[in-house]
Nanobody, 126 residues
Framework: VQLRESGPGLVKPSQTLSLTCTVS??????????WTWIRQPPEKGLEWMGA???????YYSPSLKSRTSISKDNAKNTVYLQMNSLKPEDPAVYYC???????????????????WGQGTQVTVSS
């Protein structure tokens, strides 16, 4: 399974960020997977942002919940991240990751996930 993130590399403050995670080599509807967005700001650790399950249930970090939305399109085998009202602290490399099977803990730990994308850099600047 391969994951590939895409989206605008530059977003203005207060605007909306929209990222796409395109999945190939497997279906996003199988393996009880949790499709997750994780980010890493410059010189900081990984931050778990949220996830969407195979059934479509969503889970968000409390600190980001008010302005984050994760969705998916099963027909396109794609997962989406939308974040509103971008702030100066939002620049980061944004990753899509997936854990198959049971035992999802919703952490930013690299070892929890079976698949990772290569990440996409997002800069916030006017």
């Amino acid at each position: 399974v391969q994951l590939r993130e895409s989206g605008p590399g530059l977003v203005k403050p207060s605007q909306t960020l929209s990222l796409t995670c395109t999945v190939s080599g497997g279906s996003i509807t199988t393996n009880s997977a949790y499709w997750t967005w994780i980010r890493q700001p410059p010189e900081k650790g990984l931050e778990w942002m949220g996830a969407i399950s195979v059934s479509g249930s969503t889970y968000y970090s409390p600190s980001l919940k008010s302005r984050t939305s994760i969705s998916k399109d099963n027909a396109k085998n794609t997962v989406y991240l939308q974040m509103n009202s971008l702030k100066p602290e939002d620049p980061a490399v944004y990753y899509c990751a997936a854990k198959a099977g049971l035992g999802y803990r919703g952490t930013p730990d690299h070892g929890e996930y079976d698949y990772w994308g290569q990440g996409t850099q997002v800069t916030v600047s006017s």
